[in-house]
């Protein structure tokens, strides 16, 4: 039984959902976003609320209910607001700069690194260090964040590397000179 695809999505004013059989397109300030749901499942719309609905009784029918209520919910959150991701680049030399839609990255390789950012993901860099990147598609802007970090994933010793913002880097003490 999924207790998250029974919890209604209340749409803000200016955001449209629309449905047409199986595609279903979420339209607001920010942009618009389309995805097909499981056929296992409908979508209805009533008074500015919409609830997913399962067609038969299972395990998976339950599964792929939470997992429409969830993408439904996370377009309607990014055409209203949008998503954002922080990653920090560590380590003495290593920069980041953003210039047009490539994210060029110097991460103690032979070579700069120059990241092409997808459609639809826009990137800034403070100080040189925290990138910023937003978009209004949640799974695109997870995936791109992922391949920046996996650029230069973060050592355990001295802490160099990609790291999302929040996250922390369990230390490893080093190596000690023996009696």
């Known amino acids: 039984m999924s207790r998250i695809g029974k919890k209604p999505i209340p749409l803000p004013e200016k955001v449209k959902l629309t449905i047409a059989g199986s595609q279903i397109t979420v339209q607001g300030e920010k942009g618009k976003l389309s995805h097909n749901i499981h056929p296992s499942v409908e979508l209805h719309l009533e008074n500015g609320v919409a609830t997913v609905v399962k067609k038969q009784e299972d395990k998976h029918t ?106 922390h880097i369990q230390r490893k003490a080093g190596k000690t000179g023996t009696k």
């Open 62 to 167: 339950d599964a792929v209910q939470g997992l429409t209520r969830s993408i439904v919910a996370n377009m309607v959150t990014g055409v209203h607001t949008g998503f954002q991701r922080n990653l920090e680049v560590n380590g003495i030399g290593y920069r980041a700069a953003v210039s047009g839609n490539v994210l060029a990255l110097t991460l103690g390789y032979s070579h700069p690194v120059n990241y092409d950012l997808p459609d639809g993901v826009s990137a800034t860099v403070d100080k040189s260090n925290v990138i910023t990147l937003s978009s209004i598609d949640k799974e695109l802007l997870g995936q791109t964040a992922a391949k920046i970090r996996k650029l230069r994933s973060p050592e355990p010793y001295k802490g160099k590397g990609i790291k999302y913002a929040e996250e």
